[in-house]
């Protein structure tokens, strides 16, 4: 007898069906993980051996003045050139109507020649109202921390280190209110980016100035300090300088990006899933179980520690803690098998709040770089919505009730369903929420609202059908045009199962900070801190690599990398948070 020899069969990764992983509360549920940019971008800049260093730093004492930071890449050479200026604290300003800010920054592809740097100087403080120069990749504004700056200062020049306890509730001495790249105000397109080897990967140019910048206000503390009391004066400590990261407020004008991207938000969350799936896949030994542990208890020190203004938020992530404590419990308990992961995702999904199943997920996806990273690489995509013009249009009817019956169980008639509109605003053409038949602007109105539109689409398809059963996409688009671009929308993305956000954007009870939340933590930022439903202060880098750290060319990436959810250094009250998650 011949005995048949087969080879095993391969396991296909299950992602989870896009009903429940598209729903808008969920999304808002996102923290940052291993496939955010931010930290792609610091593997990328320590897996390529990056060079970053200060050409100029010339501040008065004060520390007003003029800073460039050369970026030196195995594919080119770039510069952050940093603008500081005296500011009126009653001009600063986290809304985007600002006009002036403390700093002002840009990320210049190649040298910055004389000429150049005169023209920098003249444009870039003015942001939007400036001539931007076109070898500009990014373009940005920050704020000094008025509740941490002045303290470092003093604090510093003093000869003493600041209270690390201040950076519990603002982890950083600047933050950003807007970083504009993609050809905004004249700087270089997104296009001149799809081929270059150092920033291909979506909004990597913005995060490493944003990262440039957290380096600066480290030094210009110092300088300061040092100006201040020069006999006195000490630099930050190493352990402070990691734990800064960069602050971040940002408001409505970052929700459209959301519905404005479908193609691109289905690459974000469809390689995010696939590396959940993949990671509940991998048979797990008693090493995966003791880094889960630790990163749990990392997790939850981190959120013990974390201090927000919003009340909401604050009992999210008292429930977070909670329910942490079991999982680390269920953990150290339960017997290892070979489905261990998916038992502790469907255990979490019955007995989780949505912030702990999210959480749970990102650190899951922690323990398998080798699965996961390769699929950096597949966050990008070129966008574009097709129209099949000969598709049968009782097909289409099919289509948007197979992927949309969503949008379709709406009851637009009801005044809940349709409470807010949105449109742009006259100051900055900036988006805003009104309230339809109470406030203006409704004449404005921005066609963001999927759920609507597909109705309306579905309405008009379904009448036009019965007079004409054989009808062909085109046709009906001959008779009604104004149906073209939601058709082109719907016939593409039906092909993606993670483009379409689930929500009626329109409806009473909707959060637009889900939206904004959703963006930022495929972002890479942290510490979520709501102070409405419309805007949102967070962290960038706050934990990472400091520039000298990746001069020195690191040996283990696998260390270098592991910096999510930092924990506050010690101090003189003993034992840090980042020794006590480790026992």
């Avoid at 039906?494 to 963006?519: C, F, Q, S, V």
């Avoid at 506050?568 to 003993?574: I, L």
């Amino acid at each position: 007898m011949i005995e048949l020899i087969t080879e095993p069969a391969q396991l296909t990764p299950v992602l989870r069906p896009p009903a429940l992983v598209m729903d808008l509360e969920r999304l808002g549920s996102l923290n940052a993980s291993r496939l955010s940019f931010a930290r792609s971008l610091i593997r990328q800049m320590g897996r390529q051996r990056w060079h970053i260093s200060c050409d100029r730093f010339e501040l008065d004492a004060l520390g007003h003045g003029q800073a460039i930071y050369r970026i030196q890449t195995p594919y080119g050479r770039y510069h952050a050139v940093i603008f500081s200026q005296r500011l009126d604290d009653s001009q600063r300003s986290d809304r985007v109507i600002a006009n002036a800010w403390d700093v002002t920054f840009g990320l210049v592809e190649g040298d910055v020649e004389d000429a150049l740097m005169t023209s920098l100087a003249e444009n870039i403080p003015l942001q939007e109202a400036g001539r931007q120069h076109p070898r500009l990749l990014v373009i940005s504004r920050a704020n000094k921390s008025v509740r941490n700056f002045d303290v470092f200062v003093d604090a510093l020049s003093k000869g003493s280190q600041p209270p690390v306890s201040l950076l519990k509730e603002a982890g950083y001495l600047y933050r950003t209110t807007a970083v504009y790249g993609n050809g905004k105000f004249g700087i270089a397109d997104f296009g001149r980016l799809k081929e270059n080897a150092d920033f291909r990967r979506p909004f990597s140019a913005q995060m490493t100035a944003v990262y440039v910048l957290r380096q600066f206000s480290i030094a210009q503390v110092e300088h300061i300090a040092r100006h201040r009391h020069a006999h006195s004066a000490v630099g930050l400590h190493i352990d402070l300088q990691r734990y800064l990261g960069i602050g971040n407020s940002t408001g409505l004008g970052m929700a459209p990006f959301l519905i404005n991207h479908p193609q691109l938000i289905n690459q974000w969350i469809h390689a995010r899933e696939q590396a959940l799936a993949l990671a509940k896949m991998q048979i797990p030994s008693e090493e995966d179980r003791s880094q889960l542990l630790l990163l749990c208890r990392r997790a939850y020190h981190y959120f013990v520690e974390t201090v927000v203004m919003d009340t909401h938020q604050t009992s999210r992530n008292a429930a977070v803690i909670e329910e942490l404590s079991g999982v680390i419990a269920w953990l150290e308990q339960i017997a290892i098998e070979p489905d261990l992961w998916q038992q502790l995702t469907d255990w979490g999904e019955a007995a989780l709040s949505l912030e702990s199943q999210e959480l749970l997920n990102a650190l899951l996806i922690e323990l398998y770089p080798a699965q996961v990273d390769v699929l950096e690489d597949a966050m990008g995509v070129d966008e574009k919505l097709d129209l099949t013009p000969d598709m049968p249009l009782v097909q289409l009817k099919q289509v948007i009730e197979t992927h949309l019956d969503w949008a379709l169980s709406e009851d637009f008639d009801d005044p809940v369903s349709c409470h807010w509109f949105w449109y742009r605003s006259v100051e900055k053409e900036e988006p805003r929420l009104g309230v339809r038949g109470a406030e203006d602007g409704v004449e404005k109105e921005l066609s963001l609202a999927i759920a609507p539109r597909a109705q309306r689409t579905y309405r008009a398809i379904s009448d036009y059908l019965e007079e004409h059963p054989r009808a062909l996409t085109i046709e009906f688009l001959m008779a009604q045009p104004k149906f073209m671009d939601i058709i082109r929308r719907i016939q593409t993305m039906a092909a993606t199962p993670y483009g379409e956000i689930r929500a009626n954007l329109w409806h009473r009870d909707m959060k637009p900070i889900h939206l904004l939340r959703t963006k930022l933590s495929f972002l890479g930022a942290n510490r979520f801190d709501p102070r409405s439903d419309r805007w949102v202060r967070v962290t960038f880098f706050q934990g990472a690599p400091l520039i000298d750290e990746l001069n020195e060319e690191p040996a283990d990436l696998s260390a270098f990398d592991d910096w999510s959810f930092p924990l506050m250094p010690s101090d003189s009250s003993g034992e840090s948070a980042a020794q006590l998650a480790t026992k």
